[in-house]
C-alpha cells in the first residue's frame, strides 16, 4: 500500500520484550495457531440495492494442533456481518458467537465435534453461508452521482489491515496465507474484478440477466489481499501481461498516466527474480479511495490522483509492482513486522525509479526530500505516544489502522539503506534476491529477517555488532542518513530561499526556470518553503499570492503540487486558497490529502467552521477507513449509520471509530442504546411508559443529531 499519514493513537506502549521474534498475531481473534486455512472459495451475489454480499465463505482447513485445539474452528468476523449456516465435511454443524471485541470484532465459533477426534495434519472442510452488514469496513458502494459515469453504481474492497473479516469470515491475520477461488455475480452490466486470475472460458449469463464471474489465485495470500471491485469498467491493453481499467470515461487518461507499468515491472524483475502472479493489471478507481494505491495481486488499485497527465506521480505504480515481491510474496507474521512489507517496498521501488530515470543520485534525492519528512511528520504526530514509532511497535489490543504511519515505510527503508551502505551497494543487493527467494510464499518475523542477514554475511562483526534491540523498539527518528542531492535539488532550494528571503524581487529567468522543472523538483521547493515556515514562521500572503502569479499553482492539477501549495498557504492564513482547499477534500478522498487539509483548516481561525460544515456534509463521499479517521480528527462522534455530532471520541483516536464500539462490530444499535438514554429513563420506560412518550424521545433525539 502507498504510504499515507494517520494520526496519533492513545496506546501506551508497554515494556520491551523480545517483539522481533513474535509470531502470535494479536489483532485476530481467531485460533489459526491450531488449525489454520489453506484454501479459500468464496460465492457472492453482489446486491446494489441492499449494498451487501451474500453467499458463503468455504475454507479447506489444516490441523495443526490436535485434541482439544482443534476441535473447534474460530473465525473473525465484524462490522455486522451475520452467519445464518455452517456445514462441515458437507454436514450442517454448529456454531455460535463468541465475545465481541470493541476493534477486532466478533468472533464465530465453528465445532468440528462431528468429524470425529482429529489428528496433526487432517483437512477439513469448513462452509460458512452469511451475508455482510452495508456498514462492512472493507466496502465502499457508491451511487452512480458520485461515478465518473454516473449512470451505474460502483463497488470496492479495502481489507488492509483487519478489514477483511466484515466481508468473509476467516483467519484476518497476515500469518496466515492461503489460495483462494471466487464466483461473484453481478448485474448483467458490471465487470467484476479480482485480486486473482480470471477464468473466461468459465464465465456465463445468467437467465435472469445476471453475470458470472469466475476467479483463481494459485499463489497463497493472506486474507487482506483479497480484493474486488465491481462497476462499469472498460479496459486497455499495455503489454501483454498488463492492463489498465477504469470507468470508461477515464480509461484512455488512465492508459497514458500507467503506460510505463512494464517497463516498471522489468526492472523490478532484474533487481529480483520472475514476476510470480502472471497478470499485472491496474484498476483506477473513483475518487474516493482513500490510498495512493493498494497492492493487490494481480490487480493493484489506484487513487485517480496520480492522473496528472504527464505520468510524474508514477512512482506509485512502481511502489505497488515492488508489492509483488515483498509483501505478497514476502509477507510480515504480523502487522508488528509492517516495516518489512512497507521498507523493503520502499527501497525497491527507489531502486527501480532511479532506473527509470537513469540517475542513480534519484534514489537519494526521493529519500531525502520525500521520504525523510514524511517520517519526521510521523514521528510528531506521535509525540504523546512515542511507542507506536518504534520499527516493532507493541499492538496489544491496537487497531493497525491507529498505528499506520510512514514509520514502518521510512524508519525501515532506512535501515535497510544503512545496512546497504556498510556491506555496499552489490552485495546488498543480492542479499535482497537471497532474502526473497527463501521466504517467498512464507511470512517472516525481524528476529528471522536480522538472522537471515547474520547468517549471509557470515556474521559479519559490522552487522553483529549494531545496536538491533534500540533498531528494533527505539521510538523516535533514527540517525539521518548523508545524502548526495546537492546537485540535483540545489536549483529547487536555491530559489525557495530566494523567495522566502527577498519575497517574490527575482529575476524573470528564475520564473522561467520553475516552469521548466520536474515535479520532483516542484515538491522539493515547496516542501523546503514548508519547513522554513515550520521553524521560522509563514510568508506573507502578498508573497504567495505574487508567486501564485508566476506559477499557477492554485490551479495545478497535479495533486502533489497542489497539496503542499495548499497546506503553505493555509498555514499563512490565506484567505483566497480556502475554497480551492475545501474543493480539494470534497473531490478525493486520498487520506494522504484529505486528512493533513482537513486539520490544517481546522486549526485555523478563518476556516475552522467551514471545515466541520464540508466534512459533515460530504461524510458519505468517503470510504468508512477514511471517514472514521477524519471525524476523529476532527473532533466528531460517528456512528455506525455515519451520522456525526460534536464531541469527544471514545476509544483510539484517530483509528477507533468514535461512539458505541461494541455495537459497531455487531453492525447496529438496539434502539435504546440509539437513544443514549440515561438509566433512569430506561427503568421508567421498562415499567411501561406510554407509546406516546416513547415516540416523543425518538423524536427529540433524531432531531438533535441533524
Known amino acids: 500500500m502507498a504510504n499515507e499519514p494517520a494520526s496519533a493513537s492513545l496506546h501506551s506502549p508497554a515494556p520491551v ?12 481473534l481467531s485460533n489459526y495457531e491450531a488449525i489454520k486455512s489453506q484454501h479459500l472459495r468464496l460465492h457472492w451475489n453482489v446486491d446494489f440495492e441492499e449494498n451487501v454480499l451474500e453467499g458463503w465463505a468455504e475454507h479447506t ?26 456445514e462441515v465435511n458437507g454436514l450442517e454443524a454448529s456454531f455460535h458467537k463468541g465475545v465481541s471485541h470493541p476493534v477486532f470484532g466478533t468472533p464465530v465459533e465453528v465445532s468440528l465435534t462431528t468429524v470425529g477426534l482429529l489428528s496433526k495434519g487432517d483437512e477439513v472442510v469448513v462452509r460458512l453461508h452469511y451475508v455482510t452488514a452495508p456498514t462492512a469496513s472493507a466496502c465502499q458502494w457508491l451511487p452512480p452521482a458520485q461515478t465518473a459515469g454516473q449512470k451505474f453504481p460502483y463497488l470496492f474492497t479495502q481489507s488492509q489491515a483487519i478489514h477483511a473479516r466484515s466481508i468473509f469470515p476467516c483467519q484476518d491475520t497476515p500469518a496466515v496465507k492461503m489460495t483462494y477461488s471466487a464466483r461473484v455475480r453481478v448485474p448483467h452490466w458490471a465487470t467484476a474484478l479480482m485480486s486473482a486470475l480470471r477464468l473466461e472460458d468459465m464465465e456465463f449469463m445468467e437467465g435472469d440477466g445476471h453475470r458470472m464471474y469466475v476467479w483463481d489465485q494459485p499463489v497463497p495470500i493472506p486474507s487482506y489481499l483479497v480484493a474486488l471491485a465491481v462497476g462499469e469498467l472498460d479496459s486497455r491493453d499495455i503489454s501483454p501481461r498488463c492492463r489498465v481499467w477504469a470507468e470508461p470515461s477515464v480509461v484512455e487518461a488512465a492508459r497514458f498516466e500507467f503506460g510505463q507499468t512494464e517497463e516498471f515491472l522489468q526492472h523490478a524483475e532484474a533487481l529480483t527474480f520472475e514476476y510470480a502472479w502472471k497478470r499485472y493489471d491496474l484498476l483506477c478507481l473513483p475518487p474516493s479511495f482513500p490510498y495512493g494505491g493498494m497492492e493487490n495481486p494481480c490487480l493493484t488499485f489506484a487513487t485517480p490522483t496520480l492522473l496528472a497527465g504527464d505520468r510524474s506521480l508514477a512512482d506509485v505504480v512502481a511502489h505497488e509492482i515492488a508489492h509483488s515481491w515483498t509483501g505478497n510474496l514476502v509477507t510480515n507474521t504480523t502487522w508488528e513486522h509492517f516495516y518489512l512489507n512497507e521498507g523493503w ?52 489490543d491496537v487497531d493497525p489502522d491507529d498505528a499506520f504511519s510512514s514509520v514502518p515505510y521510512e524508519k525501515g527503508f532506512t535501515l535497510l539503506l544503512r545496512l546497504e551502505r556498510i556491506v555496499g551497494t552489490p552485495a546488498f543487493e543480492k542479499f535482497a534476491k537471497h532474502y526473497i527467494r527463501l521466504y517467498k510464499y512464507k511470512t517472516v518475523t525481524s528476529a528471522q529477517f536480522k538472522s537471515t542477514l547474520l547468517e549471509h554475511f557470515e556474521h559479519d ?20 542518513p548523508a545524502y548526495d542531492t546537492a546537485r540535483l535539488s540545489s536549483p529547487s532550494l536555491a530559489l ?37 515556515t515550520e521553524a521560522e514562521g509563514p510568508m506573507p500572503v502578498p508573497v504567495l499570492e505574487a508567486m501564485d502569479r508566476e506559477y499557477r499553482l492554485t490551479s495545478s492539477k497535479n495533486a502533489e503540487i497542489r497539496f503542499r501549495w495548499t497546506m503553505l498557504c493555509l498555514r499563512a492564513g490565506a484567505k483566497f486558497i480556502v475554497a480551492n482547499a475545501l474543493d480539494f477534500v470534497t473531490s478525493q478522498g486520498r487520506m494522504k490529502f484529505t486528512r493533513p487539509l482537513y486539520k490544517e483548516l481546522y486549526k485555523s481561525k478563518m476556516a475552522k467552521a467551514v471545515a466541520l460544515e464540508t466534512f459533515k456534509k ?16 476532527l473532533g466528531l462522534c460517528l456512528a455506525p449509520d455515519g451520522s456525526l455530532e460534536e464531541g469527544p471520541t471514545s476509544g483510539v ?7 458505541d464500539l461494541g455495537a459497531r462490530q455487531k453492525g447496529k444499535r438496539t434502539w435504546l442504546r440509539a437513544l443514549r438514554l440515561p438509566r433512569e429513563a430506561v427503568i421508567v420506560l421498562g415499567l411501561g411508559v406510554t407509546a406516546m412518550l416513547v415516540v416523543g424521545a425518538v423524536t427529540v433525539v433524531r432531531h438533535k443529531r441533524k
Open 17 to 28: 520484550t523480545d517483539r522481533a521474534s513474535n509470531e502470535k498475531d494479536l489483532n485476530t
Open 61 to 86: 482447513m489444516v490441523v495443526l494442533e490436535p485434541g482439544a485445539p482443534a476441535s473447534r474452528a474460530i473465525f473473525d468476523t465484524s462490522s455486522g456481518l451475520r452467519v445464518h449456516k455452517v
Open 345 to 396: 517496498t520502499m527501497w525497491l521501488q527507489r531502486k527501480i525509479m532511479a532506473r527509470i530515470h537513469g540517475d542513480p543520485l534519484f534514489f537519494d534525492l526521493d529519500a531525502e526530500w520525500l521520504g525523510w519528512p514524511h517520517l519526521e511528520e510521523s514521528i510528531a504526530a506521535f509525540k504523546d505516544h512515542p511507542g507506536l514509532t518504534a520499527l516493532v511497535p507493541d499492538l496489544k
Open 461 to 480: 562483526p559490522r552487522l553483529v555488532c549494531l545496536p538491533w534491540d534500540e533498531i528494533f523498539y527505539a521510538p523516535g527518528l533514527p540517525l539521518k
Open 496 to 532: 525557495a530561499d530566494a523567495w522566502y528571503k527577498n519575497k517574490g524581487g527575482l529575476e524573470a529567468e528564475a520564473h522561467k526556470e520553475f516552469m521548466a522543472w520536474s515535479t520532483l523538483q516542484k515538491q522539493i521547493f515547496l516542501e523546503s518553503l514548508l519547513k522554513r
Open 618 to 633: 460530504n461524510a458519505m463521499f468517503y470510504h468508512p477507513i477514511c471517514r472514521k479517521m477524519v471525524a476523529a480528527d
Open 653 to 659: 483516536k484517530g483509528g477507533a471509530w468514535a461512539g
